[in-house]
T-cell receptor
Framework: ETGVTQTPRHLVMGMTNKKSLKCEQH?????MYWYKQSAKKPLELMFV???????ENNSVPSRFSPECPNSSHLFLHLHTLQPEDSALYLC??????????????FGPGTRLTVT | GQNIDQPTEMTATEGAIVQINCTYQ??????LFWYQQHAGEAPTFLSY??LDGLEEKGRFSSFLSRSKGYSYLLLKELQMKDSASYLC??????????WGAGTKLIIKP
């Protein structure tokens, strides 16, 4: 138990569906992250929020839309996804983004399958 | 471009010692992290190195040489529960983590 929860743990969706992934952290952190993890590939940083403000968007397609209503909650809204978007989506949090030694705490991930 | 290299898979025997290497080329350096990820679970933090040398934490140690762009994670007295993937990540000058693809460690009895 890392203090970061994600729901749902598994999601199967068609290419025309709209769904949302939810992340919640109970650590009092100010920074939250979305990562994509594909088999045998490095973690890909998608979005970063610090004090509810988006600070990074690493060229992520617009079919992925993040939302951060407060420092404890982070959403990833999905629509018209492609099969290549099937992956494990990990949420993480840290105290903030500007201090190098602050490690990130990860949630267990949502295993997404796009059919 | 930025690049982190680590072996894809390693096998070791219970009770033995294993060293997992990581080499990096990044835009700036603000420290190197090692994370452990068991199958189907979240990555968990193991160590952070920003200065050259060896940091020891129980059965796990991490070494850094900034001039060589090189780190290793040393696991001693291996246990079956150490079977996992080990992820190396470097924080670049923009305070972004650049990740390696991970090393899957298989422990045999």
């Amino acid at each position: 138990e890392t203090g970061v929860t994600q729901t749902p743990r598994h999601l199967v969706m068609g290419m025309t569906n709209k769904k949302s992934l939810k992340c919640e952290q109970h650590l009092g952190h100010n920074a939250m992250y979305w990562y994509k993890q594909s088999a045998k590939k490095p973690l890909e940083l998608m979005f970063v929020y610090n004090f509810k403000e988006q600070t990074e968007n690493n060229s992520v397609p617009s079919r992925f839309s993040p939302e951060c209503p407060n420092s404890s909650h982070l959403f990833l809204h999905l629509h018209t996804l492609q099969p290549e978007d099937s992956a494990l989506y990990l949420c993480a949090s840290s105290l903030d983004t500007g201090t190098p030694s602050y490690e990130q705490y990860f949630g267990p991930g949502t295993r997404l399958t796009v059919t | 471009g930025q690049n982190i290299d680590q072996p894809t898979e390693m096998t070791a025997t219970e009770g033995a010692i294993v060293q997992i290497n990581c080499t990096y080329q990044t835009s700036g350096f603000n420290g190197l992290f090692w994370y452990q990820q068991h199958a189907g679970e979240a990555p968990t933090f193991l160590s952070y190195n920003v200065l050259d040398g060896l940091e020891e934490k129980g059965r796990f140690s991490s070494f850094l040489s900034r001039s060589k762009g090189y780190s290793y994670l040393l696991l001693k007295e291996l246990q079956m529960k150490d079977s996992a993937s080990y992820l190396c990540a470097v924080m670049d000058s923009n305070y972004q983590l650049i990740w390696g693809a991970g090393t899957k460690l298989i422990i045999k009895p």
